[in-house]
Each structure stands twice: as C-alpha cells, then as structure tokens.
C-alpha cells in the first residue's frame, strides 16, 4: 500500500483525529444544523462560523462508481485499476472515497445503487483514511 | 444599455496547432495576434484592450496580460487576465464586449497560447480543498466528466456507444479541417476498442492535448462594418458558474448551463430552432450530450438519442463542432469553438461550411464541472 498520508490542516485535524479512532464526523452547524462536507470554515447554509464535528453513519449508497485504469500520481499509478465511488450518507452529506478491493473483482462491476460500509486503513504515522467496503452478504443489513 | 448585435467579431486568428516544439505560449499567441489583426485589417496600435487566458505553462500566471502588453508595445485602456479554464474564452468575449459597449475601449483583442502538449501539462489537479480529493485517488478532468457521464447512464440509460457518436462526428469534421490536428476518421468500434482511461470514459470520450494560440478581436458593429471581412455579431451571451460540488445533488448535471443558455437567448431574442449549427464545448463527450439538452434541442435525458444517425454530423440536422472540436481539431479550450463559430456565419468554413448559417451557438466550459458560458453569434443583416 503506497496510498499518500493525508496532510491535515488546522480546520480538517479534527475529520483526521476522527478518522483514526474509526469514526466519521463532520461539521454540523450550532445554529441551523446542517451538515457541511467538504470541509469549510462556515456553513454553506447560513454562514455561521459555529459548528460541531458530529459522527455520521459509516455506510452509505453508491451513487457512481468510476474506474480508474490511470494513476495520476506516482503513488495510484500502482494502484490501477481502481475504483473510486461517490457515496450518499443517510444524513445527506456525500463523498468520494477509494473502494477496497484487493482481488481487483470489484473493478470489473457496477455498485451504483449498492449500500457499502466505510472502514478504515491505518496509514504509516497511524492516521485514519476512511475506504469503502462492498460486502455483497452485507447489504441487507444497511438498507 | 443594449448591448445585442452592437458588438462584432472583427477577425480571428490561430498559429497551427498540435507539437510545437520550441515554441511559447508568448510567441505563439503573438502570431495569433498578428493572423487576427490580418483578418480584420487592423493595425495593433488600433487595439486599445487586451483580455488574456494565461496557458497552463504561462509562467507569467494572472499577470501575463502585463507580459503580453509589453510584449507587443501597447499600452490598453483595458486589460487583465482570466483563468476559468475552458469557459475563460467565452467569459472573456463577454468582458470585451461590455467593455467596448460601456465605452472603456474600442477594439478588444482576445488572446491564448498554450504549450500544453510540450511542455508536459497533465490536467490531473484533485479538488476537495481541505481534503483533497486526491486521498481517495479521485483526480483528473477525466474523473469529473466520469461522474457525469456515470450519472447520465444510470440516470437515463445513455450508453458509451452514444458518446462514441460525438467523437465520430467530430473526428468526421476534423477530417475534413486542413487545421485539424486529428485526422483520420474513427468508428463506434474504434471508441469502443480504445483503452478505458476512467470508466465510463474510453480514450476517445477524451479531448486532446495540444500547442498552439488563438486571438479573436472584437469592436463596434460599426466599425467593424468597414473592415476587411463581413462583421459577425455577438447575438447574445449569457454564463453561469456552480461553485458547489458535492453538497449540490445535481452537480454531475451541470445544470447552471441552462441559465447561461436562457440569458444568451434572450438577449439575441431568438431560439434554440434558430440554431443552424453549434459549437459546443467538448473536453470529453459527456459534455456535448448535456450542452444538446441544456440549449434545448432535446428533453432531459434525451442526447444519447439525439446524437444518433448522424444528427450531429454535416448534413444532419445539426452539425456540431464543425472544425473537429477540442477533441479532433484540437485542444485550445474552447477558443477555437469561437473561430469556426465565426467562420460559419461568414460562409468561410469551405468543405464543411453548414449551408445559410444565420446562427451560431457557441458554448464554454471550465474548470471542474463549474464554469459555463454560451454565445450566439448571429450574420449581419444589413
Ligand atoms: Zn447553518
């Protein structure tokens, strides 16, 4: 696994911290609620600068599936193909996240519309990445 | 103030285009420079604005209007840089044409130059600000164009082979373009036998990377009715941006493009049946089938249909992207969508001259999925 460490910034730190005990949280606004993603300093809502970082469901559903069978980077050159889905959270936030598939079985499939779990790799200096995780037995469950 | 029909292309200029090796962004767009003026018959100290598009290996970056102005000896009235990617070209027309129409200049040139090809650029940026993007491997313009052409198939059934259609049409236009970069003529096979780059997206879903300049030069409809070729009006424009990503659920749909399509159309006071031939703005297929469906000529969902049997292609009932597009002709971001836009309506596109042209959409897209601009360039009717 060459995947880059993710280098955090003083506003994305407590998404990392989060991250590396298994968690997923994101900023949820103090005044109107919503949950902002990707990370900003103020809600995109009502522009208050005062949020929580709240955890979210670690499982989501796969609104598109890409394969990549070109690496952009010297570290996903190794990596091709691979595939990278944009997933819905049930509390409404999506994101992109790199799909585990060490057999390479899941780059030949199609996920939009499956429910996949997130999980975490742990990098080298022990910081959290989430991924996520197609268990075909596992649906059921998440639906 | 009004603005339709008052502002006209005077001329247009491009350096060849493709592996230009020894060449700069700086020396080309001055030789763009140069053919625009020769088309126009101006005299560059006729000129007194310069908009430029700093190319992705312009090392001057947002002030390279400086370096350009310096570079060809005049001092503007009005200047500046943009960089929008391939929506600058249309956003900068508009910006000259306001400025020519508020009385801030007279004569507005228009320029880019790039060394994409030789000088290595790779168009593979992640987005994601502060979690890049790039963690999760998600990274390059053909990523973001896969989502959006993902959703389109899951959405309504849109097949590969249908954005095979756009890049058959195109490379048919290109075929017929001395100019044209690419050549040779391809099939749906062929699409479909190249390699994948970013599933949904095969090779040939994918624009070019390419050398080479553009100039376009604008003035007053009644100054440029005194000039060397007949004038072509600036219709209508409108441009609209979608700043959001993921927190906007239609994002992928680009739907932002339709608002620029609407306010270009008002302010030309026509249609989208008015439309005799568009050049819409091709960094991978996906973005024509949507442009089809934002102007108007066909529902949502309904491009992967329209872009059979040849519609698209000359003859069809609407040829598209006639000198070959960002993906044949070659990638100058959408700045040569313009010049064949103009060429159309002075009847100069010679074998691939779409017949009685009265309009001409042209349409720009940048940056990730944000940015869009469309114009509607229209023949004088005097
Ligand atoms: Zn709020």
Redesign the interface.
């Known amino acids: 696994m060459t995947k880059p460490v993710p280098a955090a910034t003083p506003l994305s730190l407590p998404f990392w911290e989060a991250a590396s005990r298994g968690e997923l949280k994101m900023q949820k606004c103090d005044d109107c609620g919503h949950i902002r993603f990707p990370i900003g300093p103020a809600c995109t809502k009502c522009l208050s600068p005062h949020s929580t970082w709240t955890g979210v469901s670690r499982h989501g559903k796969v609104l598109s599936h890409l394969v990549f069978h070109r690496g952009y980077t010297p570290d996903w050159r190794t990596e091709v193909p691979y595939s990278v889905v944009m997933l819905q959270l049930p509390e409404g936030p999506r994101l992109f996240l790199d799909v585990v598939d060490p057999d390479k079985k899941l780059v030949e499939a199609d996920l939009v519309g499956q429910q996949v779990r997130i999980t975490f790799d742990t990098m080298a200096d022990g910081v959290g990445v989430p991924r996520a995780l197609y268990e075909a037995p596992m649906q059921e469950a998440h639906t | 103030m009004k603005i339709s029909d008052t502002i006209a292309f005077a001329g247009v200029g491009a350096t060849p285009q493709g592996k230009l090796s020894g060449r700069t962004p700086l020396d080309l767009g001055i030789e763009a420079f140069r053919h625009a003026l020769d088309d126009a018959g101006l005299k560059k100290d006729d000129v007194d604005g310069i908009l430029t598009m700093p190319g992705t290996t312009s090392p001057e970056g947002g002030l390279h209007f400086l370096r350009f102005g310096e570079a060809v000896g005049i001092n503007p009235r009005y200047t500046g840089s943009m960089t929008m990617g391939g929506a600058t070209a249309g956003c900068l027309v508009q910006m000259g044409a306001m400025a020519i129409a508020a009385g801030l200049a007279t004569t507005v040139a228009c320029i880019f130059g790039d060394t994409a090809k030789t000088g290595g650029s ?1 168009f ?1 940026r992640a987005s ?13 313009a ?2 973001n164009s ?2 959006a052409a ?2 389109h198939m ?1 959405t309504y059934g849109t097949t590969s082979r249908q954005l095979a259609e756009v890049a058959v049409a195109c490379r048919y236009h290109a075929s017929l373009n001395p100019a044209a970069v690419m050549r040779d003529p391809i099939t749906v096979e062929d699409h479909q036998a190249s ?6 997206l095969h090779l040939l879903d994918c624009c070019l990377i390419s050398d080479g300049a553009v100039c376009v030069i604008l003035t007053s409809t009644e100054r440029a009715r005194d000039l060397r070729k007949p004038a072509v009006l600036v219709g209508g424009f409108g441009q609209a941006h979608t700043t ?4 906007q ?1 239609d994002w ?1 749909y680009v739907p932002h493009q339709k608002r620029a399509l609407a306010d270009a159309f008002a302010m030309a006071g026509c249609a989208t049946s008015d439309i005799q031939v568009a050049q819409l703005y091709d960094n991978f297929t996906i973005s024509v089938l949507l442009w089809l469906e934002h102007a108007g000529f066909c529902g949502a969902g309904e491009s992967g249909a329209f872009v059979e049997n040849g519609r698209i292609r000359l003859g069809g009932e609407l040829p598209v992207n006639t000198a070959g597009g960002n993906l044949s002709e070659s990638y100058m971001e959408g700045w040569l969508h313009i010049v064949e836009g103009v060429r159309q309506v002075r009847g100069e596109s010679g074998t691939r001259q779409v017949p009685d042209v009265e309009h001409c959409l042209v349409t720009g897209r940048g940056m990730i999925l944000n940015c869009s601009n469309a114009m509607i360039l229209r023949k004088d009717a005097r």
């Open positions: 790779r593979d994601g600000g502060e979690t890049s993007w790039a963690t999760w491997g998600m990274m390059s053909a990523a896969g989502i993902d959703r899951h390699p994948w780059i970013v599933r949904p959001m990503n993921l927190e659920e992928w």
